[in-house]
């Protein structure tokens, strides 16, 4: 098992901006899950992708989307990026839809917008 | 999903069992409890998950009261690499499978 793994590990860029994140799941993980990390904060859903489909949303705007590929790794975006888009990002995948079988966590992309 | 409620820090000393408690009262009867941890520039780590039965994993243990309303996660013999942030979680899962993160406890292992 190679894990998930983020890239890059680290972005800065500046406010106004687009930028992606990209995440490879975990091999035989079909479902992924991207989380907003705030410094202090415990992360908060952002939104997750089932067989390339998005099935769940949190409370983010729509200038957050996502892919997921047939291959099941993923892509967030960020459009319009804003000063308190600043934050860990981090991709987790599980290898089915339920939670029984608890995610595994990539170590994250740490974003600053300035 | 439930919220829970958990102490915001704890000490425990090396070799130790570290007891890490969680209140969730308002957990309904088809939602887990789940702990995750993170270690400092870590995403967060699966530990060990249950509905109403004491679970043991080579990790840990979850022990739930009887009513479902608190729970307590038993490091046995606690280590330095176990510092780190420990969140509990109560959750229905469902399709969209959803992880509610609080700001968890943050466990201090001293040597």
């Known amino acids: 098992e190679t894990g998930v793994t983020q890239s890059p590990t680290h972005l800065i860029k500046t406010r106004g901006q687009q930028v992606t994140l990209r995440c490879s799941s975990q091999?035989?993980?079909?479902?992924v899950s991207w989380y907003q990390q705030a410094l202090g904060q415990g992360p908060q859903f952002i939104f997750q992708y089932y067989r390339e489909e998005e099935n769940g949303r949190g409370n983010f705007p729509p200038r957050f989307s996502g892919l997921q590929f047939p291959n099941y790794s993923s892509e967030l975006n960020v459009n319009a990026l804003e000063l308190d888009d600043s934050a860990l990002y981090l991709c987790?995948?599980?290898?089915?839809?339920?939670?029984?079988?608890?995610?595994?966590f990539g170590s994250g992309t740490r974003l600053t917008v300035v | 999903d439930a919220k829970t409620t958990q102490p915001p820090s704890m000490d425990c000393a090396e070799g130790r069992a570290a007891n890490l408690p969680c209140n969730h009262s308002?957990?309904?009867?088809?939602?887990?409890v789940y702990w995750y941890r993170q270690i400092h520039s870590q995403g967060p780590q699966y530990i060990i998950h249950g509905l109403k039965n004491n679970e043991t994993n080579e990790m840990a243990s979850l022990i739930i009261t009887e009513d479902r309303k608190s729970s307590t996660l038993i490091l046995p013999h606690a280590t330095l690499r176990d510092t780190a942030v420990y969140y509990c979680i109560a959750s229905s899962g469902g399709a969209t499978n959803k992880l509610i993160f609080g700001t968890g406890t943050l466990l201090a292992v001293q040597p």
């Open positions: 987790a995948s599980t290898p089915g839809q339920g939670l029984d079988y608890g995610y595994t």
């Open positions: 308002t957990i309904s009867g088809n939602e887990y």
């Open positions: 091999s035989g993980h079909n479902t």
